[in-house]
């Protein structure tokens, strides 16, 4: 056929399914009679240009671009995987300059239009971008981007626990074909552990403010009645690793170490407010202090830091540390 040239073309840039309709063939790329003699031929593994020794002497004779344009389409529709110094290559990374030193050989699990589909949707559905002829390196970047969500979803104490991830890791170890069915295989349940560990993520990274907040706060109830509780309770939340769970624990008790800390701020100020009033009396109705004159207390006053501090705002936690 005289079109080969665009069988090469098109698998290269990755429009697989139709490049044979150049050469006017609509079946299985797999049961063209090029396409099945070199599959055949490859088996275990061939060399490039051992396929193309093979096809283009006698008996075959075949010219150039069909036996590449074979190569490249197989490729593309993993029917083959190539290598090429040792570096796994898809169609569009494989020139007609490489083919000859590539190492090949067929694929023994063949993927069906479906379930490709369904790996697909998964990609999309975790935004992992994928091209057609890169599917696996698509799957391990979403094998990376779920153990990366698993290690979000917990952590430390008062964190659960990260997730297991040795299922993925195993997944992420496979190549072509035996990963993207692994994927298909297991979709349903990396589609829900997707979801629970992004929402634990969300969670985690939610909660993580107020629980520092209130880690910082209970340090200082020493000595204050409810003290001792509060930091009891706290403590069984890093303890029992509970700080996702439902309802959210932290927020009572920070309100509650809120309230007790904000008393004893208000309490200690009315002290020093009542010491402060008394002592400044004391000072005012002295014989000594009246005979400055106004602008020399003024001053002495301002330069010893002598006073009234404002009353507090407490409104808030933040505001109360």
Not at 177 to 189: H, K, P, Q, T, V
Not at 195 to 215: H, I, T, V, Y
Not at 261 to 288: T, V
Request: charged content about 35%; overall charge negative.
């Amino acid at each position: 056929h005289a079109r080969w040239h665009l069988v090469l073309k098109r698998a290269r840039e990755g429009n697989a399914e139709d490049a044979l309709t150049a050469v006017d063939y609509k079946g299985d790329t797999e049961k063209h009679p090029v396409c099945r003699e070199v599959l055949t031929f490859v088996g275990p593994g061939k060399k490039g240009r051992e396929v193309r020794s093979r096809f283009e002497a006698p008996p075959y004779g075949w010219p150039r671009d069909a036996v590449d344009g074979a190569i490249l389409v197989l490729l593309a529709t993993d029917h083959l995987r190539a290598s090429v110094n040792g570096v796994p290559t898809p169609a569009r990374g494989l020139d007609q300059g490489k083919i000859s030193g590539a190492d090949l050989r067929a694929e023994t699990i063949v993927l069906t239009m479906p379930q490709r589909l369904a790996v697909r949707n998964l990609f999309t559905e975790a935004g992992v971008q994928w091209r057609s002829d890169e599917e696996p390196q698509a799957a391990r970047r979403l094998m990376d981007h779920m153990i990366d969500l698993a290690a979000r979803a917990g952590g430390d104490p008062p964190l659960p626990s990260p997730p297991d991830t040795a299922h993925l890791r195993e997944l992420r170890d496979l190549d072509g074909n035996a990963l993207i069915l692994g994927l298909y295989n297991e979709r349903d349940r990396l589609r829900s552990e997707m979801s629970e560990w992004e929402e634990r993520g969300r969670k985690a990274a939610a909660r993580r403010p107020a629980w520092d907040r209130l880690g910082r706060m209970v340090r200082h109830t020493d000595g204050l009645p409810e003290g001792a509780r509060l930091r009891e309770q706290t403590a069984a939340v890093e303890r029992d690793r509970t700080v996702l769970v439902e309802p959210d624990p932290v927020p009572p008790l920070l309100s509650e170490t809120t309230d007790l800390l904000r008393a004893a701020l208000n309490e200690a100020y009315e002290r020093y407010a009542e010491a402060f009033d008394a002592e400044m009396d004391k000072l005012e109705g002295s014989e000594p202090w009246q005979a400055l004159g106004e602008g020399k207390r003024a001053r002495i006053l301002d330069s010893t830091g002598l006073r009234r501090r404002p009353e507090p705002r407490l409104e808030s936690d933040a505001a109360v540390l």
